[in-house]
């Protein structure tokens, strides 16, 4: 069953007219009714095209966190092979909302890093719906320790609406864990390539994102703060979340024209999730290709090109 956002619902009011016609026939064989349900195919394919064209940044947001997206479990399973999680930041705990192990990725040895979500009711609350804890970061930062010592370079796959802001976490010392993580993104010399898969959402996609190479789904989105968090601070008003969207330059082409990602991956007509194994296959082919622009660089020149990277990032935009 297919779950529509709210500006789809033209959309869906199409192909469930469809649906019952072909179920109608299906109850009863003597009726014909493919030539009128073509039809309607049709025209909700170019009502579909029309809705997807041009999208507003608050239209991506709802899409970047469609329920029905792949998550970064399914990416680990159609991508890697060979997965072994690795659980626990040898500290407090294993956070069930930060997936982590060695994989192979086109049979080249790797560490695979994500969040996860969690795709029902269950999994989401033993996931946290993906917002990490502190011992979550310190849980990547020890793989990736054990990447820079085996040489394995590191895959992360972003999806979180932000780090936990619950008073457990803070008091384990969350934003320290958050930083540590990105210094240690830092200062690895392996390859280190990020894909944000649905939403990036303040320091706690950062931690993870501060990579060599930054990809971004089409409809995927990354910023600093929520639409809706950021509507409450600027105009003490969660529901003004399209103007902020607009001000915050979260999408994947703002953040490719600002020198933030370095790639917008193309998705399906509709998104991710209408076609997930082909939105999953086109990350593989992307992150392949970023694996393949890093290989033979030595651990020094790594290190030093994505220092520079970060140093010089907001030039382009500025220049502008």
């Known amino acids: 069953m297919t779950n529509y956002l709210d500006f789809e619902r033209p959309l869906a009011e199409i192909e469930g007219k469809a649906e019952e016609l072909r179920a109608m026939a299906r109850q009863n064989e003597e009726m014909d009714i493919e030539a009128e349900a073509a039809a309607l195919d049709r025209k909700a394919a170019d009502l579909l095209k029309d809705l997807y064209k041009n999208l507003t940044p608050w239209r991506k947001c709802q899409v970047a966190r469609h329920a029905d997206r792949p998550h970064c479990k399914d990416y680990i399973e ?21 997936m982590g192990g060695l994989a192979r990725f086109n049979d080249q040895p790797v560490i695979v890093l994500g969040q996860e979500k969690g795709h029902d009711t269950k999994s989401r609350i033993e996931r946290n719906f993906g917002m990490a804890r502190p ?19 590191v895959i992360t796959l972003v999806d979180t609406s932000g780090a936990y802001p619950g008073k457990g976490a803070e008091e384990r ?58 509507a409450s601070i600027l105009w003490k008003d969660s529901g003004k979340m399209r103007e ?11 953040l490719k024209k600002l020198g933030v990602a370095d ?10 999730h209408r076609d997930r194994e082909a939105a999953m296959q086109a990350v593989g082919d992307a992150i392949g290709k970023m694996l393949g622009e890093l290989s033979g660089k030595s651990a020094k020149k790594l290190v030093s090109d994505r220092r520079k990277k970060f140093l010089d990032m907001g030039s382009k935009g500025l220049a502008a």
């Open 78 to 98: 159609a991508l890697f092979t060979e997965y072994t999680p690795l659980a626990g930041d040898r500290n407090f705990a294993d956070d069930h909302a930060v």
């Open 135 to 153: 011992e979550g970061y310190r849980k990547a930062v020890r793989l990736m320790e054990m990447a820079e010592k085996f040489g394995l370079p």
């Open 173 to 230: 010392g969350q934003s320290e864990a958050i930083a540590r993580s990105t210094e240690k993104c830092l200062q690895i010399g392996v390859p280190v390539i990020s894909v944000i898969i649905g939403e990036g959402g303040s320091g706690g996609a950062v931690a993870f994102a501060t990579a060599d190479r930054l990809a971004m789904l089409e409809h995927s989105v990354y910023s600093v703060i929520s639409p809706e968090g950021c």
């Open 244 to 254: 902020a969207a607009e001000a915050l330059r979260l999408t994947a082409q703002d």
């Open 263 to 272: 790639r917008v991956i193309d998705e399906p007509l509709g998104g991710a």
